[in-house]
């Protein structure tokens, strides 16, 4: 192992590290409002939507996030419609994201007591009011620790937008292995750079998920 050239490479590593947290950290949040979404349309039976929702959920989950990237980049391209590369990987991460997402809340609902439900009504709450004082805290609770590994699943996919010559970690370390060769090096530097992301994340989501695990 060459320490020093690895040394000499931290910084480039540390600035594509800081490019795909802020990739995912958006796509991160778009999936959880496109989810949240899908699940109130599917809530307050708005069937067209609820539809639209569905056929929404299907595509996504069916098609690898590569393809999709693929039709973001170049597809859209054809028909001229131009977005950047960080454009391309967040609408892909966001697109891809939301239907899991959707899929984990709408199973928390589920799992709440038809009683809860009945509950909050006969309480006088509106329909609103039981989805966001009733329901909504216990669903957060059930479908946590589904969210925590679909959280950690986005990060991971992240992996995946260097195909669009996004100068993400791994494009990082493909870029420099082409001109240095020193494969051995940057593979232990990428997948360092990945557990100083991935472990923390990982420790904070367990965390969250004891804390609501009693609400």
């Known amino acids: 192992m060459d320490f020093e050239f690895m ?82 990987a967040v609408v892909g991460l966001s697109f891809l994201g939301g239907s899991y997402m959707a899929e984990s809340l709408r199973g928390g609902i589920e799992a709440v007591k038809k009683q809860q439900f009945e509950a909050g009504l006969a309480l006088g709450l509106t329909k609103w009011q039981n989805l966001r004082f009733v329901i909504l805290p216990q669903a957060f609770g059930i479908a946590m620790p589904s969210l925590s590994a679909n959280t950690i699943f986005l990060f991971k996919e992240t992996s995946v937008v260097s195909i669009i010559a996004l100068p993400d970690l791994v494009q990082t370390m493909t870029s420099i292995n082409s001109i240095t060769y020193k494969t051995d090096e940057l593979l232990f530097m990428l997948f360092i750079s990945y557990l100083i992301i991935i472990l923390p994340l990982s420790l904070l989501l367990n965390s969250l998920e004891k804390r609501l695990s009693y609400v």
């Open 7 to 88: 040394y000499r490479y931290v910084p480039t590593f540390v600035k594509a590290g800081l490019l795909t947290l802020e990739i995912f950290a958006l796509g991160l949040l778009f999936a959880l409002v496109i989810g949240f979404l899908c699940i109130l349309c599917e809530y307050f039976k708005f069937t067209l939507l609820s539809k639209l929702c569905k056929a929404y959920i299907e595509l996504s989950r069916n098609t690898p996030l590569l393809i999709q990237l693929f039709f973001l980049y170049y597809g859209l391209g054809r028909l001229g419609v131009s977005l950047s590369s960080f454009a391309c």
